[in-house]
Each structure stands twice: as C-alpha cells, then as structure tokens.
C-alpha cells in the first residue's frame, strides 16, 4: 500500500531526530563516493619481494625464536659463525671466514670476517661471538637452543651458577674465538648454524633496555626496518654488508593466515612468495600457475609414534610390525596429500645426509599384516583394545588419521581419535595421556632443526630424552643409546653415518618403533619476476634471500 | 540524569570483577601448560620449562595466582604477554582501534542500508521492492560470515580488480596516535561485517514503520499537510526507532567481539585475530585482557543506548 501523503503546507523547525538521520545518510552516501577515490592502491617500493607468513613471529630474539615463522624471518637479519647452504645442505662460512678443528675433536677455532658489521655500525668482534653464545645460558629467560652448549667444558658448572663465566668459550683476540669442548661432539659445528646461535651485539642485547625484542639489530644482509603487528614487517637491504650486499631493496613478510585469502592475493600479484595451497586445491593451482610451483624434498616427517611404554603395543614388535603393514601409503599420498608428499622409508627422511637410499618405501600388505596380527595374540584384532590415537587438529592431518584408522579396521584394528591443539596437545604428547588413559599412538610431524641425522635419531631415539626432551614414543633400547652417543664422538662423517643407519635399521626394521606414514615435500608459488630461485631442502623456512633479486 | 549515569557507571564495577574472574577461571581451566609451549614448540629442555614457570609465576598455587592477578588489575595493569613480552595494553591498543574501526564502518553501513532498504519495503509494502528487500534479506542474515567474505573477495578482488583483497593498507594518516586504513581496504571487510546487520535492520525497519504508518497520529500529522518524506522521517520513523536502538547497541557490541572471521580473511589487523592468536599460543595475560576490554566496551555501549533513549523519548526524560 502506497500511503497517499498530500504536501507539507509549513516549515517545522529542526529537531535533533532528523539531524541525526540525515548525518547517517549524508555519512553513507560520503562513503560511497569516497570508495571509487581511494580506489587505487597505495604503492608499494617495486622492488621488496613479498613472502607470505601463515602467522605472527612468535619473538623476534634470535635466542628464544623456536618456530618455522619466526626462524624464517630472523635469519635475513642475523648471521651465525656458520651457516648450512639450504640447497646443498653443506657448511658454508658466514661470520666466521674459516675455522679450524682440532685433531681429537676438542677445540674449534673460529676467525671472523673482515669488515663484518652489526647494522648499527660497530664491526662484529669476537667478543660478541662470546656475549651471544653465553647468552643463550644466562639469559633471563633460557633459550630452546642452551643445549647447543651442553658438550662445551664448564657448561654444567656454568648453568649451576658456578663459575661466572663459560669457561670453554673464549675470545682470544678480536677476531679469533675459541670453543673448547668437554667430549667430542661430532654434530657442534652444524648445531651452530641454527638461528639461536645468531651474535648479536653485545652493546645492545646486554644493556638494560629490552629495545631489542621489537627491534633487532644484527649483522646479515638484511635490516630490520618495521613491524606492524598482524600486518607485515619489514627488512630492508643492508649496504654495510660486506664483502657483497644483497640485491633486493627489501622483504615484506605479509602476515596472511588464511590460505584461500593468501591464494587469492598471489593471483593478484600481491605475493612474490606464497607457502602453502588449500587442501584440495593443489593440482589446479599446478594447472593455473604451471612453472610458477615449486615443490622440493624437505627434512620433514611425518609418522604415528607408538606409545613404546604401555601394553598392548609395549612388548609386542609383532602388533607392531602388523600394524604398518596394514596402511596404504601409496592412496594416502596420491589421493588425500594430494601427491604433495610420499611414502616413508623409514626414519631419516630424503634428502637428510646419512639418508640411505637403498631403502625400500614401506608397502601394504594385508594378508601378511593379518597373520602377524594373529601370531601376536590378536586373530582378526579379537580381545584387542581400541587403541587411542591423539593429533594435532588440522583439517588435513584429520583427513590422514581418519584414512588410517579406515585402513586399520580391514584387518580388525579399532582407532579412537582424539585431536587437540597448541599446548593441550604438547601435554598430552609429553605427558604420553589423553584424560586420564593412556595414549598409544600420537600423530606427530618432525622437521630437523639442522641438517643432521642426530636431529632425527639422536633426539627421539636417545632413552634419556623420553618426554618433553624428544623422545615421545618412550623408544628405549640400550644398544641404540650406545651407537648414537658413539656417532656423537665419530668424526668422520662417513662413519657416522654408517652408526646412524645401523640406529636406524635396530629401530625402524628390528623394534618397528613407530607407524611410519610420509616424508614431506615443500612447496613454493614463486612470482615471475623473482630471479636467482634455488631449490631449499632444509625446511624451517630459512630461504637464501641474498640471492635473489627482482626483474625490473 | 547525572545521577543516573553515576549509579549506571558504578554498576559497572562488579560486572568487571565478574568478567575477570570468568575469564581467569577459563583460561586457568584451560588444558596446555603454556611453559612447555613457550620453552619449545614440542621439544623443551626441562630446566627452561621451570625456569619459565617461575618467571610468570606459574608454579605458585592458585589463589596465589587469583590474587595477583587481581591485584593487578586494581592498579589497572593488564599485565605483560608471555610471548611478545611487552604490556598486554600496548597490544590491545595496537589491535583495539582497526576493530573499532571495523564495526564502525559495519554500523553505519548496517544502519544506512538498513534503513533505506526498510522505508523502501515498508512504503511499498507488498509491492516488489518489499518482496526484493525480503529476500535480499533473508539471503544476507544466513550467510555465514566466512563466506560472505570468501565471495566478495572472489568478485571484487579477484575478477573486477576493483578494490584489494586483504590487508590494512597505510592511508599514511594517524588520528589520535591510530594509523588509518587505506578507505579502499576498508571497503570489503566492512561490507562483508555488514551484510548481516544491513538484513536484519531492514527487516526491523520495515516492521516498526508498517506498524508506525498504521497509526493514528500518522493520519493526523497527513491531515494536517505534511509533506511525504516528513511523515514518514519525523513521524513515523522516529517512532519506529526505539526498538531498533536496542538492537543496534547489542549487534555493534557484537561486531566488536565477533568479528574473527571476517578479520582472518581479510587479514584485519583486530582484536579479534590478536584473541585467537594468543589463544593458541596460551598467551594467558593477552586473552584475559582483550576478554576484559570487550567486556567494558559491551558495558559501556549498553550504557550509551540507555542514554539515548533517554534523549529520544521526552517520556523518558520526565520519567
């Protein structure tokens, strides 16, 4: 119905009403014209290279950063004494030029580079080098990588507060530091490429004003410029890096969490970089970007750990060994990874030095898995328990779990899933419980924090590690312990690697420590103006930007 | 009137303390140690995980812990994040204002919309621009949000290019110590937070002013010569407005506390992803305060629609 109104006849006067109405209108319609104006988009400088970051840095303090995010945007801005080529896996000079290691494995003898400089000016001196490993001990909060330090004499005494100072660390002039170690520890010198590492300069980071964990200062080839919290931070180029600056003027980190957004803006030419596709969306973002994915082998695993500590999957390596044989890999990469990754062989995943090659990827086998099932005690999974399976929640990793427990139950294995995420779920991996029962098997992905096979066996096989240390499967056997701590103390790289696959084969083959599922591939939408692009192994985000430049 | 803004403001204090002890109750209930995660990711080294726990004072018991807490909160300090290390305030005011801009945006795009398509439908009630207004309403109210958002990037970022896709933007301006979003960037998120509030106004609207024109006072005010738009505004609008005031006040308190998805897909830099953040990252002392802010501002805004009643109904004020 069309009210029939006939025209006003006298002026009202105003009243605050309509005043109010008429300021919303007039404020929408200002909007509205106002859209199409601002319509073009600020520029950016042409030429910072634009990476995507799934999420926040968690710290900016090289000594306490622990995640992938973090470490990727920290390593631009610091430098430790070496670094590990993340294409080649091999050690590379950074601060230190050239080092020399002593015949019994003892002492390590680092000589700084010429012209190094903190981006504040001051030259890098071997007193910094000192300042910022003991830092990693003594400072108010202890860092994640302290244990870098524990075979370095006098670290315990230091740690207990004994001694003031580190006594194995010392600067003996300012471009020579010495590092004496307690034992020979074969994996010192790469464990010393990690971002904790870092040096930083002690003028800053040991002063009183904690300036620094916004703003960090330190010697790489790239600057810290500016951090916008849940926006982007900034690096720019530094020119003091000698002997080479980079070419690139900067790098923006956009902090972009969801991927279907983060997609969309490579598409529009917002991202330079961009880490990660949507599940289900992988071929046809091959199919779109074609040369422009990149998908490399990465030092990342993923595997159900066996809870090696409570019956029914204590004790009984033929439970064990059936229920390997039980999954199918091949379906669950091809089809729920998308073809991202592929099956594991074992413990060490592709591309990790000491990697055996020769070993076959795992298989299915039904028939087989069944018997052993049967020889275990368990015909056709009879008088079994559920078995209770906890993983961190992630729409993906639900998706393989939930393929394995479809696979399991073929042969009368029954799953129960629990998922949980953050530091519920570190709770209950370290714990080894879910409410009060035990679990018996956790889902858990594991990226080598440096290029070495100790990264791997060393850390979750070592029986001392059971818990929070690493070793989440409670795995304990006295003759891995042995050979492990003997590949610490072998030199030759060969030879370790020999005890290290022997580890290996006592673990995975012998013991079935664990349900092995997938070695991971990364990959990398890269635009087509970035120029110098090398394929990166070492997957915790560290990519050589100093390499890279842009087309113009 | 002073009186009754002091006694509404000092109702606000045990709503506070009611606030505080919830949230603490909650995220101390929560299960995690945020020691262990903070030390390192899924692997720490024992001793750093104790460390931290007496740094933050986790090891003490839990009325120890109550009664620092609240203790720090009667000197109105937030306290410091457990990971970024700097004053939960500091962070708050960093994601507080973008969020507020937000829901500002939101609100008068709601409120525009809202009530041009409601005066449409209702003087054309069941005509087709009522039946176009339903509709389009009852598809904006139930949509998720998500989506919403999803699809307006897909059509006004992705394939017309007309507006960007995420992100605040720098319109390189600052007002009171607060950077400006780039107006273009500021377009999307805002409509997609919208949308919802655009439906339903409209549907209120048109309701309240179907119910107003049916009125008396509206036929007097004809009579007496109004003009068209006069009895509709002045009239029957005003009339129509007291009920939608309420609902305006609760959904902009919404828009404050509610908006994570719109904010992660647009990569928003809001409280909302600050809360989520934290959460994840048992940032206890950053998800308490953000809990304690929107809590107030609710609060607050509550107060303020009282008060406009006050200030619309001459009834009221002689009450």
């Known amino acids: ?552 | 009137m002073w009186g009754f803004l002091g006694r509404r403001l000092l109702q606000l204090l045990p709503v506070w303390l009611a606030t505080a002890l919830i949230v603490w109750g909650m995220v101390f209930a929560l299960p995690g140690d945020p020691a262990a995660l903070l030390a390192g990711h899924q692997r720490a080294d024992p001793q750093v995980v104790a460390a931290i726990r007496i740094e933050w004072g986790l090891d003490r018991p839990w009325p120890q812990q109550l009664a620092t807490y609240l203790g720090r909160l009667l000197r109105f300090d937030l306290g410091h994040s457990y990971v970024q290390r700097r004053d939960v305030t500091e962070i708050l005011g960093d994601h507080f204002p973008p969020t507020l801009l937000l829901a500002l945006a939101a609100m008068a795009l709601a409120t525009g919309g809202g009530l041009v398509a409601g005066i449409v439908a209702a003087v054309w009630r069941g005509r087709w621009p009522d039946r176009l207004v339903r509709m389009a309403a009852a598809v904006t109210t139930s949509a998720p949000g998500f989506w919403v958002a999803i699809v307006l990037v897909l059509i006004f970022a992705s394939t017309l290019r007309w507006l960007p896709g995420l992100g605040y933007g720098d319109s390189g301006i600052e007002i009171l110590g607060v950077r400006m979003p780039a107006l273009a960037h500021l377009v999307l998120p805002a409509l997609s937070l919208s949308l919802f509030g655009i439906g339903m106004m409209a549907r209120l609207v048109r309701a309240s002013l179907v119910d107003a024109l049916g009125h008396g006072y509206v036929k007097a005010a004809q009579a007496r010569g109004a003009g068209p738009l006069r009895v509709i505004v002045v009239h029957a609008l005003r009339n129509a407005l007291l009920p939608l005031l309420t609902w305006s006040g609760l959904h902009f308190a919404a828009l404050l506390g509610g908006a994570v998805a719109t904010e992660i897909v647009f990569s928003w830099p809001g409280l909302g992803r600050a809360m989520v953040t934290a959460i994840a990252q048992r940032d206890l002392p950053v998800v308490e305060g953000a809990v304690i802010l929107l809590a107030t501002v609710f609060v607050i805004v509550n107060l303020l629609v009282d008060l406009s009643y006050v200030l619309l109904d001459p009834r009221l004020r002689r009450a």
């Open chain 1, 1 to 552: 119905m069309r009210p029939r109104l006939p025209r006003r006849c006298r002026e009202a006067p105003p009243h605050p009403l309509r005043t109010a109405v008429a300021a919303v209108f007039a404020a929408v319609a200002a909007l509205g014209a106002l859209a199409p104006a601002a319509c073009s988009r600020a520029p950016e400088p042409p030429d910072l290279l634009r990476v995507r970051l799934p999420h926040e840095p968690s710290t900016l303090d090289p000594a306490l950063s622990r995640d992938v995010t973090s470490i990727g945007v920290l390593t631009p801005i610091f430098e430790t004494l070496v670094k590990v080529d993340p294409s080649t896996l091999e050690l590379r000079p950074a601060l230190a030029q050239q080092w020399e290691v002593s015949e019994d494995g003892l002492t390590y003898t680092f000589h700084l580079r010429e012209g190094a400089r903190f981006h504040h000016g001051r030259e890098v001196e071997a007193q910094d080098v000192v300042f910022s490993l003991t830092r990693l001990l003594s400072s108010d909060r202890p860092s994640p990588g302290a244990e870098i330090l524990d075979p370095v004499a006098g670290a315990d005494e230091f740690r207990n507060a004994d001694a003031d100072r580190l006594e194995g660390l010392e600067a003996l002039d300012s471009r020579t530091v010495r590092i004496r170690l307690e034992r020979p520890y074969a994996p010192f010198l790469v464990r010393l490429t990690t971002i904790h590492a870092a040096v930083v300069p002690r003028d800053i980071y040991g002063g009183p004003e904690k300036e620094y964990v916004r703003q960090p200062v330190g010697s790489g080839p790239f600057r810290f410029a500016e951090w916008r919290p849940a926006q982007w931070l900034r690096l720019e180029r530094f020119s003091g890096y000698a002997p080479v600056a980079a070419q690139l003027a900067g790098i923006q980190f956009r902090i972009i969490e969801d991927q279907v957004a983060a997609l969309e803006e490579f598409r529009r030419g917002g991202l330079d970089f961009l880490d990660e596709v949507p599940p289900g969306r992988v071929s046809s973002t091959i199919e779109e970007f074609g040369e422009l994915y990149h998908r490399w082998n990465t030092l990342t695993t993923s595997h159900l750990l066996f809870n090696n500590s409570v019956p029914p999957l204590a004790g009984n390596v033929l439970l064990r060994r059936a229920l390997n044989l039980a999954v199918n890999r091949q379906r669950l990469c091809e089809v729920l990874l998308e073809g991202l990754h592929v099956p594991a062989s074992g413990i060490l995943p592709h591309g990790m030095p000491g990697f055996d090659p020769g070993r076959p990827a795992y298989r299915e086998n039904l028939e087989e898995a069944r018997r052993l099932l049967a020889e275990a005690g368990y015909p056709n999974g009879d008088k079994l328990p559920p078995l209770l399976l906890l993983f961190n929640t992630n729409p993906r990793v639900q998706r393989i779990v939930e393929q394995v427990q479809i696979d399991l139950a073929r042969i009368g294995v029954r799953l129960e899933l629990r998922s949980a995420d953050g530091a519920a779920f570190l709770e209950a991996l370290t714990s080894g419980e879910w409410g009060g029962r035990p679990l018996h098997m956790v889902r858990l992905g594991w990226s080598a924090d440096y290029p070495d096979p100790d990264s791997f066996l060393g850390v979750q096989l070592l029986s001392r590690n059971a818990g929070l240390a690493g070793n989440f499967s409670r795995y304990s056997n006295p003759e891995v312990d042995a050979l492990i701590e003997k590949a610490r103390r072998t030199l030759d790289a060969e030879q370790r690697y020999t005890l290290y696959r022997e580890v290996e084969r006592l673990a995975a083959d012998r013991d079935v420590c664990w349900l092995f599922l997938y070695f991971h591939r990364s990959q990398l939408l890269v635009s087509s103006r970035v120029q110098g692009l090398v394929p990166v192994v070492l997957g915790n985000g560290v990519f050589p930007y100093e390499q890279l430049s842009l087309a113009p």
